[in-house]
């Protein structure tokens, strides 16, 4: 028995077939390292980082014995504002402060 092979005598063109894709390109420019960028035309010179710092760590301190709910939270507010300004260690003091602050108004003093 032979088989018989068929035969394909048709060609198919290939530029009737239609290559329905989606492509996209970026428009935006590339972010890169904003952060830096900003804070290198920064009009601050370091010293309203201070200043804040120190105010923040004021309050703060403050809010360890008056109403230290809503001055806690002024002062961790104002830490992270000293903090992206340049005076790094004064707004971690205040916001430590700030922190414990809070948690001795809400936990520890009701039972005085």
Do not use: C
């Not at 390109?25 to 390292?33: I, L, T």
């Not at 402060?97 to 936990?107: E, K, R």
């Amino acid at each position: 028995m032979t088989e018989t092979v068929p035969v394909v005598t048709e060609q198919k063109d290939i530029s009737s077939h239609r290559y329905d894709e989606e492509t996209s390109a970026e428009f935006a420019e590339p972010m890169g390292n904003r952060a830096y960028s900003v804070r290198e035309h920064d009009d601050h010179d370091g010293k309203t980082g201070t200043g804040f710092g120190a105010f923040a760590l004021i309050v703060s301190i403050l809010s360890l014995f008056f109403m230290p709910v809503i001055l806690g939270i002024v002062g961790i507010i104002l830490g992270f504002i000293a903090r992206r300004r340049g005076a790094s260690t004064l707004g971690a003091w205040a916001i430590g402060v700030g922190v414990v602050s809070i948690i001795v108004g809400i936990f520890i003093m009701p039972f005085f």
